[in-house]
């Protein structure tokens, strides 16, 4: 790397904010995002959750997606393996979740953009921590590299 | 089991092929919302967004007036798509969704955005970044709406019977109340007696009656009623189903002892097993065959039981039985029951904190539980006041509050789950105030202390009984958690001495006391029954932080579960005394009936539905879906092709299969890949 190219990659990460999408489970996770707000918890402001029901509906492809749509982390969470509302779907997620990352790290991606949490619903400060130190971590790696972590083009995101 | 569609969306009010008009609602919850989030401008944003009709922001959209917006806007501007941007959904979907059905919408053409739980509330040092968040929730809510469809309603029927599982205070006035309701009901007791630990408790306060006394006409109006069927030495197994449908495989242990037993009492003698007594609270021994109160028709008597987790198949007590009627090759007995709804009140365990204060160490140190035993007149020292252990009466007793409870919550991040106790147990400060004041009424020459951090005498004739306590010259001594009491043997070696000695710190007159105490009792926590980890996951309930049963919501709905259908009661959800433990289960009997006098409830109908010609007929779905809910079957007419089959009736629409499918041949309702992308897309 040129001292040109490092100092413009320093540049685009001083002072971004990651985009995180959170894709949370119904029982699990939204509900312990849910009590983080009720104890009034706080925690930075980059995550964008999306609720489904179970851990186990979160195709490979979404993580994809959002990272193709310029996601700089996304955050797959569920209930702990054992106490899945539908029995295993967690389970599901996990397997899923450790062929999708093996991938996008083959393709470059750093292994920080993607995560895979256990987070109960009682468990409100471990979701604000999670969310902490995943911001913490993107801010380190950088914006996405498809998302203007290149050195040309505008970096797509509203409001920025 | 029938799953029925009771109605089908009519194609001129909600149909998916029409036009989305969308109204957008953004509440500001009082200053909740509006307090953080610039709610003008996220209505202003939303009415902007494609296929937007209206866009409104309103005080409490949860309100009267609040409904009635939506309702005209659906009347007069043919609104088709719904989208709230306020609490959880997990609060109000259910209020918005019957708002839409009122005006003739179906409801699953509404959607929720959480602006409050999910963003004022959580960042509310930074209002221009949580108003933008706050919009960008809202977009991504319109995405979704924009491809919402209507969806049929579905109902299942309800089976009329309620397992209750643990025979404690409140699950016995749970079966109680059922039963009289009319509706049968299954009591799944663990142990071989009824009653709980309530029934190994002395006097109850204020009243100062036996517990006994309490539990009794219970338990005789329990045996009586025909609607009841008991079964102790009894544990779940398996659960499957879902509300109205449950199926509960139930184990129950073998007797080993029959009704030939004549209570003659020699395989007492002669068993060679010693275990901890729980009716003592482990302060006392008991055998591996021993004494139980027995039920039958109504009168209460008593048996031998063996506890066959420690009985070792020795054999002497079948050789010493005169009346044969020992067989210990009983087998255990599974049956099957299917239920409507569960409730659980598995109650609680008391805390024996070894390595605290030197219980364990040393023979003088009890638990108040234990104490308790000693004071009840039918207990191991048949009311006296003297340690069973060591056979000393003692003429000093120091009583120390919050061990094991109230703990410091662990900084290091590595702890394992529930390990630290934070919580208050609750009932100790009025039990402590109760036993320190009989002691000194009954055994006036005894010395009475208690330490205490706080007392917390809340409930009825409470505050009485401490201050009646005081008068009797119980002496309150307060210490802090940063300075707590030490205790240590005393080396004197005098006679008269006491054997152990008690050093604190008085925060109130900032001196350090010694205490001489002949016995030392440790108001010690109440912690989940051993077990309730296990049944959590048997039945899939979840546990709070401190290990209890977590409620749907611990102000609105602390009797319900967030499984529908299965209810919570007494101290399973959380630490509480026999007054409220009571009054739980009763509630949660009332909840349990009428869930089951409705005879049919409405499900869930975000289930999985197959393409049958995208369907490759690989049969990775099957593999799947743990439920058996989605099958391939051959297509008539073909000889080779087979395609997935849902079988709506066991779906539980959590998307397995959905996201397992590689020809994208599968869609889960109102979760369908198309919205759940287009959400993603609004999200960046």
């Known amino acids: 790397m040129t001292d040109r190219s490092v100092d413009e990659s320093e540049k685009r990460k001083a002072g971004f904010e990651p985009k995180i999408v959170a894709i949370t489970c119904n029982f699990c996770t939204y509900a312990g995002a849910d009590l983080a707000g009720t104890s009034r918890i706080q925690y930075p402001t980059n995550v964008r959750i999306i609720r489904v029901m179970c851990s186990g509906r979160v195709d490979p492809t979404f993580v994809l997606r959002a990272l193709g749509e310029g996601a700089d982390g996304v955050l797959v969470a569920g209930c702990h393996p054992g106490d899945c509302h539908f029995l295993a779907g967690n389970e599901k997620a996990a397997r899923r979740y450790a062929i999708i990352s093996r991938m996008l790290r083959q393709i470059g991606l750093e292994r920080e953009r993607v995560r895979l949490e256990w987070i109960s619903a009682s468990e409100g400060e471990k979701f604000a921590k999670v969310i902490r130190s995943m911001v913490q971590d993107l801010k380190r790696v950088g914006p996405n590299p498809y998302n203007n972590g290149s050195a040309t083009g505008e970096r797509k995101t509203s409001f920025q | ?684």
């Open chain 2, 1 to 684: 089991m029938t799953v029925s569609r009771k109605s089908s969306p009519s194609p001129s009010t909600s149909s998916s092929l029409e036009e989305p008009k969308i109204g957008v609602y953004v509440c500001h919850c009082g200053s909740n919302i509006a307090g953080t989030v610039d709610v003008a401008k996220v209505a202003e944003y939303a009415s902007k967004l494609p296929k937007v009709a209206v866009a409104r922001h309103y005080m409490y959209m949860c309100s009267d007036s609040g409904q009635g917006l939506i309702k005209e806007d659906i009347d007069k501007l043919g609104i088709n798509r719904v989208v709230v941007a306020s609490c959880s959904p997990r609060m109000h979907e259910p209020t918005f969704r019957k708002v839409c059905e009122s005006r003739g919408l179906n409801k699953y053409l509404f959607e929720m955005a959480n602006i409050r739980e999910h963003c004022s509330w959580a960042h509310m040092h930074e209002p221009e970044k949580a108003t933008v968040k706050a919009m960008e929730l809202v977009r991504m809510s319109v995405a979704k709406a924009r491809l919402l469809e209507a969806l049929p309603q579905m109902e299942v029927e309800v089976k009329p019977s309620v397992l209750v599982i643990g025979g404690g205070i409140a699950g016995l006035s749970a079966a109680r109340d059922i039963a009289d309701r009319g509706f049968k009901v299954t009591l799944a007791e663990r142990k071989p007696v009824l009653g709980g630990n309530l029934a190994k408790l002395n006097a109850l306060f204020p009243s100062s009656r036996e517990a006994t006394e309490v539990i009794e006409p219970i338990i005789k109006d329990i045996l009586k009623n025909e609607n009841v069927t008991v079964k102790l030495n009894t544990q779940v197994t398996s659960c499957e189903g879902f509300i109205g449908n449950f199926k509960v495989k139930l184990s129950q242990q073998p007797d080993f002892v029959n009704e030939k037993c004549n209570q003659c009492g020699k395989c007492f003698n002669v068993c060679p097993i010693e275990t901890p007594d729980d009716m003592d609270f482990a302060l006392t021994s008991r055998k591996a065959i021993y004494k139980v109160p027995s039920y039958n028709s109504g009168e209460i008597t008593s048996r031998a039981v063996i506890d066959s987790e420690h009985c070792t198949r020795c054999g002497k007590c079948v050789d010493a039985c005169g009346a044969f009627a020992i067989d210990l090759d009983a087998k255990p007995r599974e049956s099957t029951v299917e239920i409507g709804s569960i409730i659980v009140a598995t109650g609680f365990d008391s805390f024996e904190p070894v390595g605290l204060y030197l219980y364990g160490e040393h023979a003088d140190v009890v638990t108040l539980a234990q104490l308790s035993r000693i004071v009840k007149e039918d207990g191991p020292t048949k009311g006296d006041l003297v340690n069973p252990r060591t056979g000393e009466k003692p003429g000093s007793i120091v009583f120390i509050s919050c061990v094991g409870s109230r703990e410091e919550p662990d900084t290091t991040g590595k702890e394992e789950d529930n390990a630290t106790r934070t919580y208050c147990s609750r009932v100790c400060c009025a039990a402590m105030a109760e036993s320190a004041n009989t002691i000194r009424e009954k055994f006036p020459e005894t010395q009475v202390y208690v330490l205490y951090r706080d007392f917390r005498t809340f409930g009825k004739g409470h505050e009485e009984l401490y201050r009646k306590s005081r008068e009797n010259l119980v002496k309150y001594i307060r210490y802090t958690s940063e300075k707590p009491p030490k205790i240590m043997q005393n080396s004197d070696g005098k006679d008269s001495a006491s054997r152990l000695k008690v050093v604190v710190w008085d925060d109130l007159i900032a001196r350090e006391l010694e205490i001489n105490a002949d016995m030392v009792v440790l108001a010690s926590a109440i912690v989940p029954s051993r077990g309730t980890t296990q049944l959590g996951q048997t039945i899939g309930l979840s546990r709070s932080r401190d290990g209890f049963f977590l409620e749907a919501h611990l102000k609105l709905n602390p009797l319900s579960s967030v499984t529908d259908g299965i209810f919570i009661a007494g101290v399973a959800q959380g630490p509480k005394d026999s007054c409220d433990s009571a009054a739980q289960g009763s509630g949660a009997a009332a909840k349990a009936s009428a869930l089951i006098a409705q005879g049919k409830v409405p499900i869930e109908s975000s289930i999985s539905s197959v393409n049958e010609d995208r369907c490759g007929g690989c049969g990775v779905c099957e593999g799947a879906c743990i439920y058996g809910a989605i099958e391939m079957k051959k297509l008539e007419g073909e000889k080779t092709k087979r395609v997935a089959q849902v079988v709506e009736a066991v779906c539980k629409g959590c998307g397995t299969c959905g996201a397992a499918c590689p020809s994208g041949a599968i869609t889960m309702k109102h979760f369908t890949d198309r919205q759940l992308t287009e959400m993603i897309k609004a999200a960046i």
